[in-house]
């Protein structure tokens, strides 16, 4: 079965820790997003990128996030010092174009505590 | 800004009643539509889209129809079933032509034997 491929599934993290989640995007996929669904269930986008490009992002206002998806290695999106308030699922997905419907993995479930 | 407005936070039926969970948006133009449906432990599944005025998206049973008079497109199902037990989320194509998603609040679904 084809999929997006995430790891971990589960991180725990102490405050100020760096976090980093991985992400397989399905095979011959360019565009590849990050979103963050917190309890909620509120989904916040957070970036995508067509092949090693970013499209388009948040403020990143935090600037503790940061994101990139290199050429032959998995995406990635890191977090440089944990905070209570991005204790979230974590989930990425990728498409064919930015037209069709993203296609989502499992996610990682990060716990700061 | 774009935004999608769900209606119900959670509905409650048995199996076989019928479905509708309401979802309006607020947009320029004509954005693409999506629903997704995401199960306990798992990720967001597409279900389908419409991108055009009048269009009908249908998948496993389930509908809804792009009404840009009442910027809408309510999903429905004819016959639930308890599998069909789940967070239902309506989404619309942001503007910008990223590719990124603007997800409403969801609907809870619970369906009884």
């Known amino acids: 079965n084809s999929k997006v491929i995430q790891t971990p599934r589960y991180l725990v993290k102490g405050q100020g820790q760096k976090a980093k989640m991985r992400c397989i995007p399905e095979?011959?996929?360019?565009?590849v997003f990050w979103y963050q669904q917190n309890k909620n269930n509120e989904f916040k986008f957070l970036i995508n990128?067509?092949?090693?490009?970013?499209?388009?992002q948040i403020d990143m206002t935090e600037k503790r996030f940061s994101a990139e998806c290199p050429s032959n290695s998995p995406c990635s999106l890191e977090i440089q010092s944990s905070e209570a308030g991005d204790s979230a699922l974590y989930l990425c997905?990728?498409?064919?174009?930015?037209?069709?419907?993203?296609?989502f993995g499992e996610g990682t479930r990060l716990s700061v505590l | 800004g774009d935004s999608v407005t769900q209606t119900e936070g959670q509905v409650a039926l048995s199996e076989e009643d019928f479905l509708t969970i309401h979802c309006n948006y607020s947009?320029?133009?004509?954005?693409?539509l999506f629903w997704y449906v995401q199960y306990p432990g798992e990720g967001p599944q597409f279900l389908f889209r419409?991108?055009?005025?009048?269009e009908k998206g249908s998948s496993r049973g389930f509908e809804a129809t792009y009404d840009k008079g009442t910027t809408s497109f309510h999903l429905r199902k004819a016959s639930v079933q308890e599998s069909d037990s789940a967070v239902y989320y309506c989404?619309?194509?942001?503007?910008?032509?990223?590719?990124?998603?603007?997800f409403g609040l969801g609907t809870t679904l619970q369906v009884q034997p």
């Open positions: 989404a619309l194509g942001g503007t910008g032509n990223t590719g990124k998603l603007i």
């Open positions: 997905a990728s498409s064919l174009n930015r037209h069709q419907a993203p296609l």
């Open positions: 419409a991108s055009r005025d009048k």
């Open positions: 947009a320029s133009g004509y954005p693409a």
């Open positions: 990128f067509q092949n090693q490009e970013v499209l388009q």
């Open positions: 095979k011959g996929h360019p565009v």
